[in-house]
């Protein structure tokens, strides 16, 4: 590297230093996210997921599962003590 390229980049590194170290981080407010639609958006993940490995809700009074089918749903309904 040449002397007039060195001086130049030289130059550059110290202005960019005595711009400080402080981030723009200081200025951006991160907004908080509330326990109540934390749980709404991490359900609707959840839904959306399900739905895209191909299953469907079955609901069994007050429970419900996923499942490919009826067959398997009833299967596991019975596992779990619901039929």
């Known amino acids: 590297m040449d002397n007039k390229r060195y001086l130049g980049w030289l130059g550059m590194m110290a202005a960019i230093s005595a711009m400080g170290t402080s981030s723009h981080r200081e200025m951006y407010y991160e907004p908080t996210e509330t326990d109540q639609v934390k ?8 839904i959306k997921r ?17 499942s490919r089918d009826l067959k398997n749903a009833d299967r596991k309904a019975r596992n779990k003590g619901w039929l």
């Open 50 to 66: 399900h739905k895209a490995n191909g299953l469907k809700e079955f609901v069994y009074g007050k429970n419900s599962l996923w």
């Open 39 to 46: 749980k709404l958006r991490l359900a609707q993940k959840e």
